[in-house]
């Protein structure tokens, strides 16, 4: 058994209620409940809030809220491993351990269930303890340079100034739209990032909605996919 883990709490301050905002005529967290179902991989797609009404528009989008989450994992500085261990915990304590649980963020727009899939496949594939999609950097960040307010500009690493960036390796950035992992990883608190394989995505399927001009992007992005 898979079961895909939602975490929305009801707490971001930077753009108020965003799991539930409108976005493109429906709450922003119906797209990821959506690419969920979508997928055919998941026997429960789980909402993991603190929060009344996120759960009450959950349920009308189509997921289910089985546990609130405790007030102890819903502030600014909870990170996503003990959120999702929560849920997994949960369902082993219910007689009912999955094999697979994929933390899905809750403003993800353009996730498609095709990646979830392509994703899937790969965690089995490796037999991974986690897997989750990245994106390339447009840039080389080993080109990459500061710039100090009195003097010239100055490489990080500067033992790259003169090199091709077409000889340099491609380096990639989390794209924060999921994360498939085994049960015991999550349990375990078992990082994510650093025991994890990446699933490669094109960046125009990607963007992160933190802020207001991000929703701007997000949305702009979301009418020319």
């Not at 975490?7 to 429906?26: C, D, E, V």
Request: proline share 8%.
């Amino acid at each position: 058994m898979n079961i895909a883990v939602i975490p929305a709490r009801g707490g971001s301050k930077r753009i108020p209620r965003k799991n539930i905002r409108p976005f493109g005529g429906k709450p922003m967290m119906a797209y990821a409940i959506e690419a969920a179902r979508a997928s055919g991989l998941f026997e429960h797609v789980v909402v993991s809030t603190d929060d009344e009404q996120i759960a009450s528009v959950a349920q009308a989008c189509g997921a289910t809220v089985p546990f609130m989450r405790p007030a102890e994992l819903s502030d600014d500085q909870t990170v996503t491993v003990p959120v999702i261990a929560h849920a997994a915990q949960w369902f082993v304590d219910q007689g009912q351990a999955p094999q697979a649980v994929c933390c899905i963020y809750p403003c993800v727009p353009l996730l498609r269930a095709e990646d979830l899939r392509g994703a899937y496949a790969l965690f089995m594939q490796r037999d991974a303890a986690y897997v989750y999609p990245v994106v390339a950097f447009h840039s080389s960040p080993w080109r990459g340079m500061t710039k100090p307010d009195d003097g010239p500009m100055k490489f990080v690493y500067p033992e790259y100034e003169l090199s091709r960036t077409q000889d340099l390796p491609r380096c990639f950035y989390d794209a924060g739209q999921f994360y498939w992992g085994k049960t015991g990883s999550w349990t375990s608190g078992l990082r994510m990032h650093s025991n994890g394989h990446g699933y490669e995505m094109p960046a125009h399927r990607v963007v992160d909605v933190d802020t207001p001009d991000d929703w701007q992007r997000a949305e702009m992005m979301a009418k020319a996919a």
